[in-house]
């Protein structure tokens, strides 16, 4: 009995990775190490190890550390049954009998989270619509002019239809002229700045490589938020920057936002907490991505699932081809 529409979100809240396994006849043969720790051999592969496969029914996710990776429920039955996110989506809803109401906002359902969590995610917005600085209309005219057929955005490796959707362009005047100007939003979709990045490698105007507005603060928004979210059911792709962002969205994942520098803010934070429950961090190879890679393992490790994509040494995602970026978050 499929439904003719899933909130997934709301299904991973609904649904206890313990009963899943208990549908699938393999809760048996786990043993409980600890209060919410559940571990055996790996049913998706029919592990010998007796440990690689761990639950932590508390968060609802699994992991199983020999090769089969980890995720939620939405993940073990794709894994289980190798099919889609629809078809487990599908399968979970008619075995626990679950209905899905779509509300009004934005046509879409609204999560379901616990009390916490939504004194969490409210208070974090809050903070934002307080302390983030809006654009100040003198400096929100010229986006209305920008020229998105700039030769720097091609030579990016940007096609007109990712440079229409993120609203970009070589800016002709106010104060990011001679830049290209990035519209930057908040988790609601309210533009709150945009950054000009120079056009050319030449920066001896003193001004560096990015321009902010003056007061901006970056570490109150995650870039892209307000689109990625509505993907946000697949987990987010964390990238560091702007053209990170760019090129992991044009390679067919729009549900990539970026930190715009390499650093995790505790307002930062708070967003991704509240927007999923699975992160890949795809950071540039070198020192500052993988401290930032330290960082978020370090402060996210406990509360949501991490997924390392490895990078070489000094590559960095706005330099990967599509096909390569697929392949590292296939």
């Given at each position: 009995m499929a439904t003719r529409w899933i909130d997934f979100t709301e299904l991973k809240?609904?649904?206890?990775?313990?009963?899943?396994?208990?549908?699938?006849?393999?809760?048996d043969r786990l043993s409980e190490k600890k209060p919410g720790k559940?571990?055996?051999?790996?049913?998706?592969?029919?592990?010998?190890?007796?440990?690689?496969?761990?639950?932590?029914?508390e968060k609802n996710i699994f992991n199983c550390f020999s090769q089969c990776g980890g995720g939620n429920i939405l993940?073990?039955?794709?894994?289980?049954?190798?099919?889609?996110?629809?078809?487990?989506?599908?399968?979970?809803?008619?075995?626990?009998?679950?209905?899905?109401?779509?509300?009004?906002?934005?046509g879409a359902a609204e999560p379901t989270r616990s009390a916490?969590?939504?004194?969490?995610?409210?208070?974090?917005?809050?903070?934002?619509?307080?302390?983030?600085?809006?654009?100040?209309?003198?400096?929100?005219?010229?986006?209305?002019?920008?020229?998105?057929?700039?030769?720097?955005?091609?030579?990016?490796g940007l096609m007109i239809p990712t440079i229409k959707t993120f609203g970009i362009g070589h800016c002709t005047r106010g104060l990011m002229r001679g830049r290209?100007?990035?519209?930057?939003?908040?988790?609601?979709?309210?533009?709150?700045?945009?950054?000009?990045?120079?056009?050319?490698?030449?920066?001896?105007?003193?001004?560096?490589?990015?321009?902010?507005?003056?007061?901006?603060?970056?570490?109150?928004?995650?870039f892209d938020l307000h689109r990625a979210k509505e993907f946000a059911e697949r987990g987010l792709v964390v990238v560091e920057g702007f053209f990170d962002c760019f090129k992991v969205h044009q390679a067919g994942f729009p549900n990539v936002?970026?930190?715009?520098?390499?650093?995790?803010s505790d307002q930062q934070e708070q967003l991704l907490v509240a927007?999923?429950?699975?992160?890949?961090?795809m950071f540039d190879g070198d020192d500052a991505g993988t401290k930032c890679l330290r960082d978020f393992y370090g402060r996210l490790?406990?509360?949501?699932?991490?997924?390392?994509?490895?990078?070489?040494?000094?590559?960095?995602?706005d330099c990967l081809t599509e096909d390569r970026i697929r392949k590292l978050l296939s």
């Open positions: 809240h609904r649904v206890s990775i313990r009963d899943v396994l208990m549908r699938y006849g393999h809760l559940l571990a055996g051999a790996c049913p998706i592969h029919s592990g010998k190890n007796s440990t690689s496969f761990q639950v932590d029914t993940d073990l039955v794709m894994k289980i049954e190798k099919c889609g996110i629809r078809e487990a989506g599908e399968k979970l809803s008619e075995w626990f009998e679950l209905r899905f109401e779509r509300k009004k906002k934005n916490a969590e939504t004194r969490e995610s409210a208070a974090a917005r809050s903070q934002m619509r307080v302390d983030a600085p809006r654009v100040n209309p003198p400096l929100e005219r010229p986006l209305r002019d920008l020229n998105p057929d700039h030769p720097y955005l091609a030579t990016r290209i100007a990035i519209p930057i939003h908040d988790d609601q979709g309210v533009l709150v700045a945009y950054a000009g990045r120079a056009a050319k490698e030449d920066t001896s105007d003193g001004i560096g490589k990015y321009r902010l507005p003056e007061g901006f603060k970056k570490s109150f928004v995650l936002v970026a930190l715009m520098g390499s650093t995790l927007h999923t429950d699975r992160l890949a961090l490790r406990k509360r949501i699932y991490l997924r390392e994509i490895h990078l070489q040494a000094g590559e960095q995602p």
